[in-house]
C-alpha cells in the first residue's frame, strides 16, 4: 500500500503546504503539526475510508508510488567492558553485538540467527546459536539485552540501497496486497550456552525506530491500512467499483493494525483508544498510522501498549523522559492554471511524548524549516533535548529562500496550555547573523554536548561550527574552523577535545566549484580537536587511514565505534574497508582523483591521551584481506568490544580477538 504519493491531486498537494516560511522570531502555524483526538470512532473510519478511496476509488492509468522524505563521553575506568556507543546516556539503541560482560551475543550477517561466543583471554570461540523464524526469512535488524533475557528485533525490508532512505521507501518495494510486520523474539540466557526461546511479538507496520529505557522498549511503526482483495492500480470503472465496494464496507477493526504474542492475535489499539490525528485540511491523503509502543521486556506477557496517530514520522529521538518524531513536510501551492508547483520550502514537523513508568502521552507539536537530512541513522542527532528544551539543527541549504546560511538552529520548548512546541530561539538570528555553512555546502555531521553544539558542514573543506545554547533564546556561534576534510561523526573526548571521523580530502584548481575549485575526497581521517577555549578550536592531531576508497562503518553508524576510559588513555576501535592498493585502470587519473583497489578489512585500534591531546595509532586486527578473498560491503556490519585487556572484533559472523 501506498504512503505519500509522487503524482497526485492538488487538494493532496495543498495539505501538505501547510504552515509559511516566515522567520523564526515569529511562530510558525501549527494547524497542521499539532495533534488532535479524533471525535469519535465513526470520524476516524470515515477518515481512513475517504483517503482510501481516493487512491483506489478512481480508474486511473497512473501508477502511483510513495515519495522519499528527504554518548555520553566514554566509558570510566571503573568500568572494564565496553558498551553500544549511544547518543544518549540512559538510553539503549538496537545494535547487532551486546555483551553481559562474560559472554558476546550478535546477530548473524547470513541468516536469522542468534550467534554466542564465550571470551576467554585473545580468544572468543562460539559457543552457542539459536535459529529463529523471521517473516520471509528476513535478517535480525539488531538485538537489545536487559538481565537475562536477548530481545531481537526483525523487519521486513524490501529495497537494498542503503540506508540514506526513509523507512516509508519500503513500502515502494513491496509485494502487491502485503503488509509489512516486525518482529521481536525474547530469548532466555540464563544459560548462556544453551539460549532458549521464550516468546515472539509481532506487530503489524514497518519498525522506523526502537529504544530501551530500563525495562520499557519503546518501538514505533508505520502502518498503512490494507485490505486484501484490494486492486492497487484499478484501470476501469469495474475494478474501481469493487474497491470502493470493498473500502465502504470495511470496519474499523479492518483498516487498523493487530499484534500477535505467541499464538494469539490481537488488536492493536482498541475502538475506544481513537488514534490523534495530525490536524490536516479534510482533504488529506495521508492514511498512514503511525503506532508508538511500550513493551516491558521483564514481563512474562510483554504486551504493546501505547497510542497512535494518522500522519507520518521517518526519525525517533529519546531521552531518558521523552520520545521526539520527526517527518519532513515538502510544501507545495496551487497555480492560476490549476497545477501544482513546489513552493521552495520544506518543513519539519516534529511530536513530543512523554515517556512515564511505561506509559505514554501525547505532549506537544512544533514546526521548523529545513528538513533533517538523508540518512536515517544521522537523523537523530540533528535533536537533543537538555533541561526540558528541545534543541534541532536542520538542512536550509535547499530553501528557495535561503542566501546564505546552509543550517539552522532551533531551540523548542513545550507550551502545556498551548500543546505548541514553542520556537525560543534561533541561529542566525537578528543579534548573530553569522551563517552556519556556506552556499552550496551540506550538513555532515552534528553532536549535542551539554549547553554546545557542534556542527560539520563541507564543500571544499570542513568548517566546524560551535555553538553556545547556554541561553536557549540567544544561542551563539562561538568559533568556526576550517580544516582538511570532513567529518560524519563528532565523539566528545573528556572536557578538552573533539574526535571527528570521516574523510580527507584534497582541494584542486580544477573543476566546476568555487571558482573552478573541486573537492576530491581521500583515506578515512581521524582528527582530534582541541575545544578547551572553545573560540578557538585548532586541530590538534589527525591520523589518515588508506588512499581513495576507503571507507569505515562509523560513517554509516556510530554503533561501529568502540571505546574505553582507562586512567587518561581512551581506548578507541572502529572497522575499515582499507583501499590503497594501486589500481592498474587508474594509473593515468590525477592523483587526487585516483581510486584505489581494496586491500583488507580491519579494526583499527588507536589511544587518546586525554591528558595531552595525541592519537597514538597501533596495530590493526585483520579480518579478511584482499588475498584471501573477494571484496565484500559486508564491513558496514563489523563491530567490536572491549573487555579488560583485551579486544574482541567481530567481522562477519566470527570473532577475532586479541590483547590491547
Same mark, same amino acid.
Given at each position: 500500500m501506498m504512503q505519500s504519493v509522487a503524482i497526485c491531486t492538488v487538494a493532496s498537494f495543498l495539505v501538505m503546504g501547510c504552515g509559511d516560511n516566515k522567520e523564526s522570531a515569529t511562530q510558525p502555524s501549527f494547524s497542521s503539526a499539532k495533534l488532535k483526538r479524533s471525535d469519535s470512532d465513526f470520524v476516524l473510519l470515515n477518515r481512513l475510508r475517504s483517503t482510501l478511496l481516493k487512491q483506489y476509488g478512481t480508474a486511473s492509468e497512473t501508477h502511483y508510488y510513495p515519495t522519499a522524505s528527504p554518548s555520553d563521553t566514554a566509558s570510566t575506568a571503573i568500568n572494564a567492558t565496553s558498551s553500544t556507543n549511544t547518543q544518549e546516556r540512559g538510553v539503549d539503541e538496537e545494535d547487532r553485538l551486546k555483551t553481559d560482560g562474560q559472554y558476546l551475543y550478535a546477530s548473524s550477517v547470513d541468516k536469522p540467527s542468534l550467534l554466542v561466543f564465550k571470551p576467554d583471554g585473545a580468544t572468543a570461540p562460539p559457543v552457542a546459536s539459536l535459529d529463529l523464524v523471521t517473516r520471509n526469512n528476513t535478517l535480525l535488524s539488531g538485538l537489545y539485552l536487559h538481565n537475562k533475557t536477548v530481545i531481537a528485533l526483525a523487519k521486513d525490508r524490501f529495497y537494498g540501497w542503503g540506508s540514506w532512505l526513509t523507512p516509508a521507501m519500503d513500502m515502494m518495494f513491496m509485494p502487491v496486497n502485503t503488509q509489512p510486520s516486525s518482529q521481536l523474539f525474547f530469548i532466555d540466557i540464563s544459560q548462556p550456552e544453551s539460549p532458549k526461546a521464550l516468546n515472539s511479538l509481532s506487530i503489524d507496520g514497518q519498525l522506523i525506530s526502537s529504544r530501551l529505557v530500563g525495562s520499557m522498549l519503546y518501538v514505533s511503526l508505520r502502518y498503512t491500512p490494507n485490505l486484501k482483495s484490494?486492486?492497487?492500480?484499478?484501470? +476501469?470503472?469495474? &475494478?474501481? !467499483? @469493487?474497491?470502493?465496494?470493498?473500502?465502504?464496507?470495511?470496519?474499523?477493526?479492518?483498516?487498523?493494525?493487530? #499484534?500477535? $504474542?505467541?499464538?494469539?492475535? @490481537? /488488536?492493536?489499539?482498541?475502538?475506544?483508544?481513537?488514534?490523534?490525528? +495530525?490536524?490536516y485540511s479534510k482533504d488529506s491523503s495521508s492514511n498512514t498510522i503511525i503506532s508508538l509502543l511500550a513493551i516491558d521486556v521483564s514481563s512474562t506477557n510483554p504486551t504493546p501498549k501505547g497510542l497512535c496517530f494518522i500522519g507520518d514520522a521517518e526519525t525517533?529521538?529519546?531521552?531518558?523522559? !521523552?520520545? #521526539?518524531? !520527526?517527518?519532513?513536510q515538502y510544501n507545495y501551492t496551487a497555480t492560476a492554471n490549476a497545477l501544482v508547483a513546489y513552493s521552495g520550502t520544506v518543513q519539519t514537523d516534529i511530536h513530543k511524548f512523554a515517556l512515564k513508568e511505561g506509559a505514554i502521552s501525547y505532549k506537544a507539536s512544533g514546526r521548523i524549516d529545513g528538513h533533517l537530512g538523508?540518512? &536515517?541513522?544521522?537523523?537523530?542527532?540533528? $535533536?537533543?533535548?537538555?533541561?526540558? =528544551?528541545?534543541? =534541532?539543527?536542520s538542512f536550509t541549504g535547499d530553501q528557495a529562500s535561503n542566501t546564505a546560511s546552509t543550517a539552522k538552529l532551533y531551540t523548542l520548548k513545550e507550551n502545556a496550555s498551548t500543546q505548541n512546541l514553542d520556537i525560543v530561539g534561533t541561529l542566525p538570528n537578528s543579534s548573530n547573523p553569522q551563517s552556519l555553512g556556506k552556499i552550496g555546502e551540506q550538513i555532515y555531521a552534528t553532536r549535542f554536548v551539554g549547553d554546545r553544539a557542534y556542527l560539520v558542514t563541507y564543500r571544499l573543506t570542513d568548517p566546524l561550527y560551535i555553538l553556545d545554547l547556554s541561553?536557549?533564546?540567544?544561542?551563539?556561534?562561538?568559533? /568556526?574552523?576550517?580544516?582538511?576534510? #570532513?567529518?560524519?561523526?563528532?565523539?566528545? =573526548?573528556?572536557?578538552?577535545?573533539?574526535? *571527528?571521523?570521516?574523510?580527507?580530502?584534497? =582541494?584542486?584548481?580544477?573543476?566546476?566549484?568555487d571558482s573552478g575549485r573541486s573537492a576530491f575526497y581521500q583515506g578515512v581521517k581521524l582528527s582530534l580537536i582541541d575545544i578547551s577555549n572553545p573560540a578557538q578550536p585548532f586541530e590538534k592531531d589527525k591520523i589518515i587511514l588508506g588512499k581513495r576508497g576507503s571507507n569505515t562503518a562509523v560513517s554509516q553508524t556510530h554503533h561501529a565505534f568502540t571505546s574505553l576510559q582507562t586512567g587518561n588513555t581512551l581506548r578507541v576501535a572502529l572497522p575499515i574497508s582499507l583501499h590503497d592498493t594501486a589500481a592498474p585502470n587508474e594509473q593515468n587519473t590525477p592523483e587526487s582523483m585516483r581510486y584505489y583497489n581494496w586491500t583488507r578489512d580491519e579494526l583499527v585500534r588507536f589511544s587518546i591521551d586525554t591528558a595531552q591531546g595525541s592519537l597514538?595509532?597501533?596495530?590493526?586486527?585483520? *579480518?579478511? +584481506?584482499? *588475498?584471501?578473498?573477494? #571484496?565484500?560491503?559486508?564491513?558496514?556490519?563489523?563491530?567490536?568490544?572491549m573487555m579488560g585487556g583485551y579486544l574482541h572484533y567481530l567481522h562477519q559472523d566470527k570473532v577475532i580477538s586479541t590483547a590491547w
Open positions: 484490494l486492486i492497487p492500480y484499478p484501470t +476501469t470503472e469495474a &475494478q474501481a !467499483a @469493487a474497491n470502493r465496494s470493498l473500502i465502504n464496507n470495511a470496519s474499523l477493526k479492518d483498516l487498523m493494525p493487530n #499484534y500477535t $504474542l505467541g499464538q494469539n492475535t @490481537a /488488536e492493536l489499539f482498541s475502538e475506544q483508544q481513537s488514534c490523534l490525528q +495530525t490536524q525517533l529521538y529519546a531521552s531518558p523522559s !521523552a520520545i #521526539y518524531l !520527526a517527518t519532513t538523508w540518512y &536515517q541513522d544521522l537523523k537523530p542527532f540533528r $535533536l537533543s533535548e537538555h533541561n526540558d =528544551v528541545l534543541r =534541532v539543527i541561553n536557549p533564546a540567544n544561542p551563539t556561534m562561538l568559533s /568556526e574552523l576550517e580544516i582538511e576534510g #570532513y567529518s560524519d561523526y563528532l565523539h566528545p =573526548v573528556g572536557d578538552h577535545y573533539l574526535l *571527528g571521523i570521516g574523510k580527507d580530502a584534497v =582541494v584542486t584548481e580544477t573543476g566546476s566549484g597514538t595509532q597501533l596495530p590493526a586486527v585483520i *579480518g579478511e +584481506t584482499a *588475498g584471501s578473498t573477494t #571484496y565484500s560491503s559486508a564491513w558496514g556490519e563489523d563491530r567490536s568490544i
